[in-house]
């Protein structure tokens, strides 16, 4: 998706946790690949990138271009790839707005993997072709929404203009932005229904696996550190009980002596 199929490898370290790479992503997982990246320049001066050595058409499918293969293949009627524009129940549009959206949505699907260089900035087939490849780096994510600050660090890889956060709101149909914690972050609408994800991706399933193993482990040693401290204390009360009747039979061997 990037303009000549580079990307600032350092950019991308900030964006890891985001798309579920490992921290050491750049020195375990691309060397491993190299019929498809080579990494160039100096990582420790910040100036590194990362270079796309072959183009595989398999790989260069959006998952808007997947979702129409399916859906031919399971229907026998063939689909074009649109998106899924969808308003949540209660939400609504004025009349203007519905005719521009419904007109855009006609224009053809733009594939975010092909080359734009031929679109002008402001024109609506250059905006069909970001809203593409902002869908598609939200699908790819693990959790299929990113913080709009990181999302605007490859601006210039994308061509994204520098108002692209816009789209956010104006394609409310397809995406959401939330403001929580005082963070932009943009969500993939599809992707959640009663603000639960959908498809949980394969790592966030092991994540919340060992999650849950650490809360056994948290709960285990807490109840453990309770049985402890109760045996403690029952050790306490009967010390003080074996005193009290020390202290008794000292005060009845006393008087007896007198």
């Not at 080579?38 to 998952?63: D, I, M």
């Not at 963070?183 to 994540?207: F, G, H, M, S």
Request: glycine share 4%; charged share 30%; net charge negative.
């Amino acid at each position: 998706m990037s303009r000549d199929k580079v990307i600032s490898a350092d950019k991308l370290v900030h964006m890891k946790r985001e798309f579920g790479f490992p921290d050491d992503f750049l020195c375990s997982l691309v060397p491993k690949y190299p019929e498809y990246f080579r990494l160039v320049g100096c990582p420790r001066e910040e100036k590194s990138f990362l270079e796309l050595v072959s183009w595989n058409e398999e790989f260069a499918k959006s998952v808007i271009e997947l979702r129409a293969e399916e859906e031919s293949e399971l229907t026998g009627i063939r689909r074009r790839p649109s998106f899924n524009w969808k308003l949540p129940p209660g939400f609504f549009i004025r009349k203007e707005m519905r005719e521009w959206v419904r007109d855009w949505m006609e224009l053809p699907y733009i594939f975010p993997y092909g080359n734009a260089s031929h679109y002008e900035q402001s024109s609506p087939e250059m905006e069909k072709r970001t809203v593409g490849m902002l869908h598609e780096m939200l699908s790819l994510s693990l959790l299929k929404m990113m913080p709009v600050h990181i999302i605007g660090k490859l601006k210039e890889e994308y061509r994204f203009s520098n108002a692209f956060a816009s789209v956010f709101t104006r394609h409310s149909g397809l995406f959401y932005l939330s403001l929580k914690g005082g963070i932009k972050t943009a969500i993939l609408r599809e992707a959640y229904q009663n603000e639960k994800l959908i498809d949980r991706d394969p790592l966030l399933v092991i994540k919340d696996k060992f999650v849950e193993l650490l809360e056994e482990g948290n709960t285990e040693r807490a109840e453990q550190l309770r049985l402890k401290r109760q045996q403690f204390q029952k050790e306490l009360e009967m010390a003080a009980v074996k005193d009290t009747v020390s202290n008794q039979q000292e005060e009845l061997e006393s008087g007896e002596q007198l």
